[in-house]
């Protein structure tokens, strides 16, 4: 027989069974009810999207920004900053190395959050992008996010602790 129709034939036999047992385990992961339960795991570009989708569910009013939100965009900060990478990055999977654009996204949440842009973790983040090719590398999604969170805040805000904060 040729020989790439036998790899061929390989090649889908061992697909197919591997379909069959990650149906069979999904199945058994399965409550009765038809549900799944799982820890959710994301980089930490979720906790920089809730903030900035706060700041659109609770935009400032005469300069400040006082969410009724705040305990949890707070609780998203410290998130954020628990998963800083050493170079002061942030990666988009575990162990990955620090990504541009998930590292901008986290730069304007926490900026918008409050953040000082003196705090030495923003400092640290701040150069990474920089070392990384700065906004210019990163996606049009996180570019867009920058640009349209400036013109929500109108430049410079007020946090609700009294600091300032200008926009990206």
């Known amino acids: 027989?040729?020989?790439?129709?036998?790899?061929?034939?390989?090649?889908e036999t061992g697909a197919e069974l591997a379909r069959g047992r990650a149906c069979a385990r999904l199945v058994?992961?399965?409550a009765r009810d038809g549900h799944w339960c799982a820890e959710l795991t994301a980089d930490t570009t979720l906790e920089?999207?809730?903030?900035?989708?706060q700041l659109w569910l609770h935009p400032p009013a005469q300069g400040r920004w006082d969410p009724p939100t705040r305990p949890l965009i707070d609780k998203a900060v410290r998130s954020i900053f628990d998963r800083q990478l050493d170079d002061g990055g942030f990666n988009i999977y575990a162990e990955g190395p620090s990504e541009v654009s998930a590292s901008v996204k986290a730069y304007v949440a926490?900026?918008?959050?409050?953040?000082?842009v003196e705090d030495p973790r923003m400092a640290r983040?701040?150069?990474r992008i920089l070392s990384l090719g700065?906004?210019?590398?990163a996606t049009a999604t996180s570019k867009?996010?920058?640009?349209c969170s400036i013109f929500i805040r109108g430049g410079t805000a007020q946090h609700s602790?009294?600091?300032?904060?200008?926009a990206v």
Do not use: C, P
């Open 1 to 11: 027989m040729n020989t790439q129709v036998e790899a061929a034939r390989s090649i």
């Open 28 to 30: 058994d992961l399965q």
């Open 48 to 53: 920089s999207d809730y903030v900035l989708f």
């Open 110 to 116: 926490l900026k918008l959050a409050g953040v000082a």
């Open 125 to 127: 983040l701040r150069n």
């Open 134 to 137: 700065g906004i210019q590398a």
């Open 144 to 147: 867009s996010i920058s640009v």
């Open 161 to 166: 602790s009294g600091a300032r904060a200008a």
